[in-house]
């Protein structure tokens, strides 16, 4: 009698060595043969040419501008709440050496008068491009965004000078974005606003 929850133990055992096998098996994969033979060197799927091509590439194609927009809009969000709270060196790349003075200066000035500025955004309504030029190896496109914002200025006392903390605008911006084709840097600098 004593024997038969031996073999009860066993095959609990195996049930649960088996369980652990199909797990690792599949969370690690398994060996086809088709896997080839590892290299020093990662494939390099962008040789020089490959990279010219698409860089002097002067079609902005509809998948191009699709591509252009999905940035963008990111790009806007992230430029509209980084300045409202402030904090210009997260969004420096994002920004033409004009335009970052121009931020830094309104920034600096709201700072001396002791206003705050309190945003929150609430997402983007539409993105279109209006408008996009090659001026010599620089490509630059006009986006309009419509976006709805909550933002209000606050003096030192915390009175409200400008907006409603407690009501959405509809935002119409026009943003001029820029990109050398030449560059290697696939980042799009804005220029205007």
Known sequence: MNYSFEYIDIILLAMIAGFIFLRLRGILG????FEGK?????????????????LESKNFDENAQKE????????????????????????????DKKIYKQFSEALNERKDKGHTSETIFIGINSALIKEHKKKDNVL?????FVSEI???????????????PEKIKKVHDTWIFSRDINSISPNWLLIET
């Open 68 to 95: 252009f927009l999905e940035g963008a809009k990111i790009a806007y969000e992230r430029i509209i709440t980084e300045f409202a709270s402030g904090n210009l060196k997260s969004i420096k790349s994002l920004l």
């Open 38 to 54: 590892l290299t020093r060197e990662p494939e390099n799927n962008f040789s020089e040419n490959v990279l010219k091509k698409k």
């Open 140 to 144: 630059e496109v006009t986006v309009e």
């Open 150 to 164: 909550i933002s209000c200025l606050k003096d030192k006392n915390k009175k409200i000078l400008a907006g409603d």
């Open 30 to 33: 398994k060996r086809t043969g």
